[in-house]
């Protein structure tokens, strides 16, 4: 069964760097045909995708966050990371990684981030 | 992007009966949407891929239809534990899109 969880601080002040880790069990990042995503939900919005991962370490942000965003891979201890730079209150919400290239199956259960001073 | 509109917000049915959820994309995504279903505290999970082939273990009073721009998840005898928020998603066009949600709460 593959699992994913994600880690990360609660609370980030305004201008900070977010870093977050998605730790994946049951699979290896190595394993061909691999792919992580990671996702947000900011409060009353849709899902946001924002970042992919591929086991080839291809790498894909999305065009309006890429200025922001990186992703990387650690094999060795089977996580995937993504950091966030100049952290604004507008990003605040709940933070998901999920497998897939199309369809997204598992998920994480998400881990909510606030931005405040 | 591909605006990915859900109808109602909120549905409220009694356990028993059948429930009919609607999403609606700006163009065409062809038949690559997806559905799933979260709820408090848990991992969003996966119910409906290919517009209508149900995920694993999904049961199957869960169906999917439609393809192009509109889309249906109905849900036949509701039980206790589908009460929960369902969202679309779309990943024929970059970036793949989400629904806002349309949350199934009990009458």
């Known amino acids: 069964q593959v699992t994913l969880k994600e880690s990360g601080p609660a609370l980030v002040e305004p201008t900070q760097t977010l870093t977050l880790t998605c730790s994946l069990s049951g699979v290896s990042l190595s394993s061909s045909g691999l792919r992580v995503n990671w996702l947000r939900q900011s409060p009353g919005k849709a899902l946001e995708w924002l970042a992919r991962?591929?086991?080839?370490?291809?790498?894909f942000y999305s065009t309006s966050l890429k200025t922001r965003l990186s992703i990387s891979k650690d094999t060795s201890k089977n996580q995937v990371v993504l950091t966030m730079t100049n952290m604004d209150t507008v990003d605040t919400g709940t933070y998901y990684c999920?497998?897939?290239?199309?369809?997204?199956?598992?998920w994480g259960q998400g881990t909510r981030v606030t931005v405040s001073s | 992007d591909i605006v990915m509109t859900q109808s109602p917000a909120t549905l409220s049915v009694s356990p028993g009966e059948s429930a009919t959820l609607s999403c609606r994309a700006s163009q065409s995504v062809s038949t690559n949407l997806a559905w799933y279903q979260k709820k408090p505290g848990q991992a969003p999970r996966l119910l409906i891929y290919a517009a209508s082939i149900r995920a694993t273990g999904i049961p199957a009073r869960f169906s999917g239809s439609g393809s192009g721009t509109e889309f249906t998840l109905t849900i036949s005898g509701l039980q206790s534990e589908d009460f929960a928020v369902y969202f679309c998603h779309q990943h024929n066009h970059w970036p793949q899109t989400f629904g806002q949600g349309t949350k199934l709460e009990i009458k």
């Open positions: 999920a497998r897939g290239a199309n369809w997204l199956d598992p």
């Open positions: 991962i591929d086991w080839d370490d291809d790498k």
